[in-house]
């Protein structure tokens, strides 16, 4: 967004306030669309930011909804239906009947209990139900390799179940491709394995490669579709023997938003110099951040001239951990200045502890639309932060 999209937004809604230019996610999610093909579908793991789900829909094939508040988002929007994989380590025959009464597309299967309690609500829906069975991957999601093959040994215990594929997802911010690389190879061989054993050829796959993008200084920030173009050939090869989607929240939509704050309070403790802000860590969260230690990309907006000092930007609340950044070089540094933060577009917004000393001035999400800007849309959300000018 520019310079003065944001001074206006600013002026217009007051700080602390998110900002999410969906133009720019949209046009983001068509360029991953374009370098790994159609034939590939993306699924937008809504999680990484609810708000964003509006623009998300129209773009992407599948959503991945991990909670029964995020169902209740897709119900709002009439988007809870076969565009859903109903995901989560903790789904309860409640849940699971409300999703299958919804008409979600998939289910995914996280243990064996889980199977038990989506056979019953599919039972009494006098539903098939579709079934992604998740592989554990060395934490706490998923069910072993182990249990995944009872599950597919017994599966006439489970009739209404159709098993028809794997869900594979280790972590996010994940550098090294080669490490995906050797998943997707690790998957083609449990596929054929299965095959083998069970007699079943399983024709989905769900992956989550969890691509990493940059946040702070001393990362790359010259393509930040590198990630997503390096591993474009491994993932061609998976969809040619099975019909592959993506799952991604992060990769998505980091570079959409933006954390607009404003500076209150500047002074000197022994030649340090601290900024205290509107916002605070109570909204503002990066992935790796470690209280403050690396500097986000970050824009100040002063209207004066003067020599560079390096700044500690704090936060309003009373605990020392309230520390977005330790060391910032600004120039002229002074109350009444804008501080926009970049790249706030996922995980942020939802990850705050809004509950800490709670501010009625943690304002709001605001998704800047530049082909139709001054139209005022309501989406409840969420009663914190609720306001959409699309």
């Given at each position: 967004?520019t310079?003065?999209?944001?001074?206006?937004?600013?002026?217009?809604y007051g700080?602390?306030?998110?900002?999410?230019?969906?133009?720019?996610?949209?046009?983001?999610v068509?360029?991953?669309?374009?370098?790994?093909?159609?034939?590939?579908?993306?699924?937008?793991?809504?999680?990484?930011?609810?708000f964003?789900?509006?623009?998300?829909?129209?773009?992407?094939?599948?959503?991945e909804?991990?909670?029964?508040g995020?169902?209740?988002?897709?119900?709002?929007?009439?988007?809870?239906?076969?565009?859903?994989?109903?995901?989560?380590?903790?789904?309860?025959?409640?849940?699971?009947a409300?999703?299958?009464a919804?008409?979600?597309?998939?289910?995914?299967?996280?243990?064996?209990l889980?199977?038990?309690?989506?056979?019953?609500?599919?039972?009494k829906?006098?539903?098939?139900?579709?079934?992604?069975?998740?592989?554990?991957?060395?934490?706490q999601?998923?069910m072993?390799?182990e249990?995944l093959?009872?599950?597919?040994a017994?599966?006439?215990?489970?009739?209404?179940?159709?098993?028809?594929?794997?869900h594979?997802?280790?972590?996010?911010q994940?550098?090294?491709?080669?490490?995906?690389?050797k998943e997707?190879?690790m998957?083609r061989?449990?596929?054929?394995?299965?095959?083998?054993?069970?007699?079943?050829?399983l024709?989905?796959?769900?992956?989550?490669?969890?691509?990493?993008?940059?946040?702070?200084?001393?990362?790359d920030?010259?393509?930040?579709?590198?990630?997503a173009?390096?591993?474009?050939?491994?993932l061609?090869?998976?969809?040619?023997?099975?019909?592959?989607?993506?799952?991604?929240g992060?990769?998505?939509?980091?570079?959409?938003?933006?954390?607009?704050?404003?500076?209150?309070?500047?002074k000197?403790?022994?030649?340090?110099?601290?900024?205290?802000?509107?916002?605070?860590?109570?909204?503002?969260?990066?992935?790796?951040q470690?209280?403050?230690?690396?500097?986000?990309?970050?824009r100040?907006?002063?209207?004066?001239?003067?020599?560079?000092?390096?700044?500690?930007?704090c936060?309003?609340l009373?605990?020392t951990?309230?520390?977005?950044?330790r060391?910032?070089?600004?120039?002229?540094?002074?109350?009444?200045?804008?501080?926009?933060?970049?790249?706030t577009?996922?995980?942020?917004?939802?990850?705050?502890?809004?509950?800490?000393?709670?501010r009625?001035?943690?304002?709001?999400?605001?998704a800047?639309?530049?082909?139709?800007?001054g139209t005022?849309?309501?989406a409840?959300?969420?009663?914190?932060?609720?306001?959409?000018?699309?």
């Open positions: 967004m310079d003065a999209s944001l001074q206006k937004i600013a002026a217009t700080t602390p306030t998110f900002v999410f230019d969906t133009d720019a996610l949209q046009t983001r068509r360029a991953i669309q374009a370098i790994w093909g159609k034939e590939i579908d993306l699924c937008y793991s809504i999680k990484a930011n609810p964003l789900l509006p623009a998300m829909m129209q773009v992407t094939a599948r959503l909804v991990c909670s029964p995020e169902l209740s988002l897709c119900e709002s929007l009439h988007a809870a239906d076969a565009r859903v994989i109903y995901s989560g380590v903790n789904k309860t025959p409640v849940d699971i409300r999703a299958v919804d008409g979600v597309g998939t289910c995914t299967a996280e243990s064996l889980q199977l038990r309690y989506l056979q019953d609500a599919a039972r829906a006098a539903k098939r139900l579709p079934v992604l069975l998740r592989l554990n991957a060395g934490s999601f998923g072993s390799k249990d093959f009872t599950a597919l017994h599966r006439r215990e489970t009739p209404d179940l159709e098993f028809i594929g794997i594979y997802f280790v972590g996010t994940r550098k090294k491709l080669v490490n995906q690389q997707l190879a998957l061989e449990l596929y054929a394995e299965i095959e083998h054993t069970f007699g079943l050829r024709p989905e796959l769900e992956y989550g490669p969890g691509l990493a993008v940059p946040y702070f200084d001393g990362d920030f010259a393509d930040t579709l590198s990630p173009k390096d591993l474009a050939q491994a061609h090869e998976v969809s040619s023997w099975v019909h592959l989607t993506v799952e991604m992060r990769f998505y939509t980091a570079e959409c938003g933006y954390y607009l704050t404003t500076a209150m309070d500047c000197d403790h022994g030649g340090q110099h601290y900024c205290i802000v509107d916002g605070g860590m109570n909204h503002l969260n990066y992935l790796g470690i209280m403050g230690m690396k500097r986000p990309h970050l100040h907006f002063a209207a004066r001239a003067a020599s560079v000092q390096d700044w500690t930007l936060g309003s009373c605990t951990n309230d520390v977005l950044v060391s910032m070089p600004l120039a002229g540094l002074c109350p009444g200045d804008l501080l926009v933060f970049e790249n577009g996922a995980y942020s917004v939802t990850e705050g502890l809004g509950l800490f000393e709670p009625p001035a943690a304002g709001h999400s605001v800047e639309r530049h082909a139709a800007p005022q849309r309501n409840d959300l969420s009663h914190q932060y609720t306001r959409c000018v699309r």
